[in-house]
């Protein structure tokens, strides 16, 4: 028989379309603008103090829609986007300054369908407005610094084996010392590719002019820079999370670049200050007056440049030891950080400060920048900016070792209680392995974030009924198939979205509406062919098989070809590019299912096995 | 003979008219290539860009006298969308804080300004976007001939391809003519182009592939008319839907997309052009026959035995 199908297709088709339907109804119930509190100790607030709020907000004038408690915080929504930002001041100002007060857009899908786990696409920033930072890893700062460590570690094996040595060296990705004659330097060569295998070895010159040339291997290197991306991302994940922001995204790009979305955040500076600052600690002894000068490093102070000292360029432990900090006063009143370390770095701590009593500590703030400069190609003109990353190191403290110093104990010399607070948070969420760069940054307010949606709508709207009505002038009953089938690509495509979790841009909506004009063509072709087939004088339903069967090649090769197009366009492409392609490849699936299976089961439900007179096309 | 399609339009008889116009358009676009250049976007020169919205109209002239006397230097300002929504460029990167530094400047006149967006990109993001989107549009089209090669033949492959560059030089050539913005929405726009242009094509081609088989005649010009006359409301009716769709984003998505909206319509009109015109007309001369297709011979039998 012609033109019928078989129950299975029918029914596989209503199960692709009610899950569809599910997975794409959360879209309808817009997400509620919300505050979310939590206390600045990771403790859950108490009902008390959000009762406080909420009457707060109401003598304010701000309707509360309802509070609910979930995973520690509290979500407060609110009937009106316009609340938002003056709700958030208000709930800071209540709780003073032990709670985080975000912004955050709750989401209101109703309880029976997130029992099947459902839930509406994320909006994207060009849609809800936020800060959009992109970062460049340093990773020749990456690799310098895991060789200066190396070095350190070098120089105490030499000297604990009484080898004598004149100069250690780092450049590029190589680390030279320097010996006195080759009999040293064979022995060092010797006691250093025992310990450190992950070198190349060669030896250069001979007598004076001796020298140890350390290369890392390749795999070394690039083992350093993963480590220095990945030890990046959880430290400004940490630090995100301690900016309180709400679904804030941190995620690697390409080889050394790192993408941070936080939505909601307008204030850009105090964001950066967080997510940028490559602060850290290092803490080293002061030389003594017999020290080789190959030893030392001088370093002048933070708050009096007049001032300097004399330290050992060895250190004893980085800010990196640090398992949490936090910032209170002193008996003076000025600001102090406490510090806790952690079990190595205790007993590092522990062993150098035991055999140096009465000796001088300093404690030694870092900070990596960078400086533009524009640079003049002289043959052509060009201007190009460069960027010539330093490092600024300038003493916090110094002060006599009492005692022997164990795990905890705290540093003063700080500026102001603002300094402490933030260097306490560098030290909590980490340092950064590698210094790491503003590439790009956006900032999109949230009123245009709002008109976005609203236009998109609009022109999804629009667009939409132009194609329903060209249809039906068109293709009459046909027309009414193809727009069925339409709408139910619309919610297929909305569906597997929400279902993958993907992020709707506004080139993502384009992307739809685009979808929608394109999505047609499998029918129209269909359509086409069954009119060529009528006038070759094929029977109605010879016509209606013919139709389907020969337009089927066009459709799969057409559609595979921009299928191709889109998948190259996803793998190459960044933040809008990527958002188009999402929505186009899935709505070139979506459009194939419904085009091909959908119509042709309205077409056999109305016209197989039966009598037809007249086909209205 | 029976007439596959009650319109007959004699296409391939007009084919020099066509490369004339083609040929014509193609060197005005490489033309205005070579002498205006691409109006790059922010995305691949780098630099600053924010975008405030003022409370009443402001004088463009103010703002940029404003901006100068501060010492920006390459300065420009002008009214997006509305007249109180303003952007102001700066070529200067690498000042993160430049946002928020014009912002507090503007408002020292006393007037409420408002940040809407502002964005930075670094001169080097804007030399590797370049470079990758050029990858990508390369690794597009190569992928896209082999695909046709694969399925159909490399005459056909070289045919599409030609097409494709054709539509693709005739929007960046239209974009840099009239000057408008070239930024990264807009070769999303191109790709999608390529992908339109090719799904028009690949259509056309399917239809004189079938032709060539199931006639017997050897005329190619006539068999390609045939072919092109049968898919030729087909492709009318698909570029006239999306032209809608693409006509009510480009009236009603706002100032953000219409740079996109113009670009695809530009190439879906082109695309149309070409896969009637082009596609199916450089055959000739690339001088295909029915035994380009024997080869083919044994999945076309596969094929066959399908339909009824």
Do not use: C
Not at chain 2, 102 to 113: D, H, P, Q
């Amino acid at each position: 028989m012609l033109n019928r199908y078989p129950l299975w297709k029918y029914l596989l088709i209503l199960v692709v379309l009610v899950v569809g339907l599910i997975y794409s109804l959360p879209n309808l119930f817009p997400a509620d603008p919300a505050i979310q509190l939590s206390s600045a100790q990771g403790e859950t607030l108490e009902l008390r103090q959000v009762q406080r709020v909420e009457s707060a907000l109401e003598e304010n004038g701000i309707a509360v829609k309802a509070s609910e408690q979930e995973n520690g915080q509290w979500l407060i929504r609110l009937r009106s986007d316009e609340d938002q930002l003056s709700a958030r001041d208000i709930a800071a100002d209540v709780l003073g300054g032990n709670a985080t007060v975000a912004l955050n857009l709750a989401e209101a899908t109703p309880g029976w369908l997130q029992a099947f786990s459902a839930s509406p696409m994320t909006l994207g920033l060009d849609l809800r407005g936020g800060v959009h930072f992109l970062l460049e890893v340093d990773m020749d700062a990456a690799l310098a610094q895991r060789l200066e460590v190396n070095a350190s570690a070098m120089r105490e094996l030499l000297r604990s084996e009484r080898i004598r040595y004149r100069n250690t060296d780092v450049e590029g990705r190589t680390l030279s010392i320097d010996f006195a004659s080759s009999e040293d330097r064979d022995n060092a060569r010797r006691l250093i590719s025992r310990d450190f295998p992950n070198f190349d070895y060669a030896s250069e010159g001979s007598d004076r002019a001796s020298r140890l040339v350390m290369t890392l291997s390749d795999q070394t290197v690039s083992e350093i820079q993963d480590y220095a991306i990945n030890q990046n991302l959880t430290t400004l994940r940490n630090r995100v999370n301690e900016l309180g922001v709400a679904e804030p995204m941190v995620q690697r790009q390409g080889p050394s670049q790192i993408v941070v979305e936080l939505p909601g955040v307008q204030d850009t500076v105090a964001a950066k200050r967080i997510v940028g600052a490559t602060a850290n600690l290092e803490f080293r002894l002061e030389a003594r007056n017999d020290t080789p000068t190959a030893e030392t490093e001088t370093h002048v102070f933070r708050n009096d440049s007049a001032r300097s000292a004399e330290l050992m360029r060895d250190v004893i432990i980085t800010g990196d030891s640090v398992s949490s900090a936090s910032n209170s006063f002193d008996e003076n009143g000025r600001p102090q950080v406490n510090i806790n370390l952690d079990g190595t770095g205790g007993t590092l701590m522990n062993r150098a400060t035991r055999t140096n009593i009465g000796r001088n500590m300093a404690v030694l703030f870092i900070e990596h920048k960078s400086e533009d400069t524009v640079v003049t190609d002289p043959e052509t003109g060009e201007e190009t900016i460069e960027r010539e990353p330093y490092v600024e190191r300038g003493l916090i403290s110094l002060a006599t070792i009492q005692s022997a110093l164990g795990n905890s104990f705290r540093i003063t010399g700080l500026d102001s209680p603002t300094e402490a607070a933030e260097l306490a948070l560098l030290l909590r969420s980490g340092s950064l392995a590698a210094p790491i760069y503003f590439v790009q940054e956006r900032t999109i307010g949230p009123s245009l974030g709002a008109e976005n949606i609203e236009r998109g709508l609009l022109s999804v709207q629009i667009g939409l009924l132009l194609v329903v009505l060209f249809m039906l002038a068109r293709y009459k009953v046909f027309g009414i198939f193809a727009n069925v089938a339409l709408a139910l690509n619309l919610t297929l495509l909305v569906a597997v979205m929400s279902m993958l979790g993907a992020t709707l841009t506004l080139p993502g909506i384009a992307g739809i509406v685009l979808t929608l004009g394109m999505a047609v063509d499998a029918n129209v072709l269909i359509f086409e062919r069954i009119r060529e087939e009528l006038r070759n004088g094929l029977s109605i339903q010879q016509a209606i098989h013919a139709g389907y069967e020969r337009a089927f090649t066009s459709i799969v090769d057409a559609n595979i070809t921009t299928l191709l197009v889109a998948v190259i366009l996803f793998s190459i492409g960044t933040g809008p590019v990527k958002g188009f392609a999402v929505t186009l490849s899935i709505g070139i699936l979506t459009s194939m299912f419904t085009a091909l299976m959908v119509t042709r089961a309205m077409v056999n439900l109305t016209y197989g096995s039966k009598p037809v007179k007249k086909l209205w096309i | 003979m029976k007439p596959l399609s009650h319109l007959q339009i004699d296409f391939m008889g007009r084919r020099k008219l066509a490369f004339i116009v083609s040929a014509l358009m193609l060197i005005v676009s490489i033309g205005a290539l070579a002498f205006q250049q691409l109006n790059l976007g922010l995305d691949f020169t780098g630099g600053t860009l924010i975008e405030v919205r003022y409370g009443a109209a402001p004088s463009l002239d103010a703002i940029r006298q404003l901006m100068v006397e501060s010492g920006f230097r390459d300065v420009s300002v002008q009214t997006f969308g509305a007249s109180t929504e303003v952007l102001i460029r700066l070529q200067q990167a690498f000042d993160p804080d430049v946002g928020s530094d014009v912002v507090n400047l503007l408002r020292t006149s006393g007037e409420s300004v408002n940040l809407v967006r502002a964005e930075f990109v670094g001169a080097q993001v804007g030399d590797q976007l370049r470079d990758q989107s050029g990858l990508g549009l390369m690794v597009a089209l190569g992928v896209v001939m082999l695909y046709v090669a694969f399925r159909f033949q490399y005459k056909f492959a070289i045919g599409a391809l030609l097409a494709l560059l054709h539509d693709v030089i005739i929007v960046v050539g239209i974009f840099a003519l009239f000057q408008l913005e070239f930024d990264l929405t807009v070769l999303a726009a191109i790709l999608a182009v390529i992908g339109y242009s090719l799904n028009d094509t690949i259509v056309v081609y399917d239809r004189i592939r079938e032709t060539i088989r199931t006639s017997h005649i050897d005329n190619m010009p006539q068999i390609f008319n045939e072919a092109i006359n049968a898919t030729l409301s087909r492709t009318l009716a698909t570029s006239g839907t999306t032209m809608l769709v693409l006509v009510a984003l480009l009236l009603l998505g706002g100032d953000m997309i219409e740079n996109f909206a113009i670009a695809l319509l530009i190439g879906i009109g082109v695309g149309t052009f070409s896969s009637i015109y082009i596609s199916g007309a450089l055959l000739l001369p690339l001088k295909l026959s029915r035994e380009d297709l024997i080869p083919t011979r044994k999945v076309v039998d596969e094929e066959e035995e399908e339909l009824p």
